[in-house]
């Protein structure tokens, strides 16, 4: 699980990260960068290490896999919503819209979880 840093630090390294992906994203990589990729999609990752390790440390408890269930309900709305309010269901827009979600969710519930971590334990 990679507790060996203290949560303050996972959610500072979890920012860090994301800063220096979407800055590489905009010089070192201009060129080079795939069109739809961008830096929180691949800072999510750090995001779920974020969270895990935050709660094991604080609560004793991981709460990850339930978020990753919230995940895959925000992924059935998606994809009734494509299906029946736009009536037509296109499978890279649907991917593509559910990681999006899932990034920026990630991030708002590490965020939510480290102000509440904090109140708590200080």
Known sequence: MLTVFNWPITVALAFVIWGLLWIGQRTVFLYS???????IDLATFVTWWSI???????????????????????????????????????????????????????????IAMAIFAFVVTK
């Open 52 to 110: 895990e390790s935050m709660t094991f440390q604080i609560w004793h408890q991981s709460i990850l896999a339930p978020i990753l269930l919230m995940f895959v309900l925000w992924g059935i709305g998606i994809a009734l919503y494509q299906g029946f309010v736009r009536e037509t269901f296109e499978t890279r827009k649907f991917w593509i819209m559910w990681w999006r979600v899932v990034g920026l969710g990630s991030f708002v519930v590490m």
């Open 33 to 39: 960068w795939p069109k739809h990729l961008r830096a």
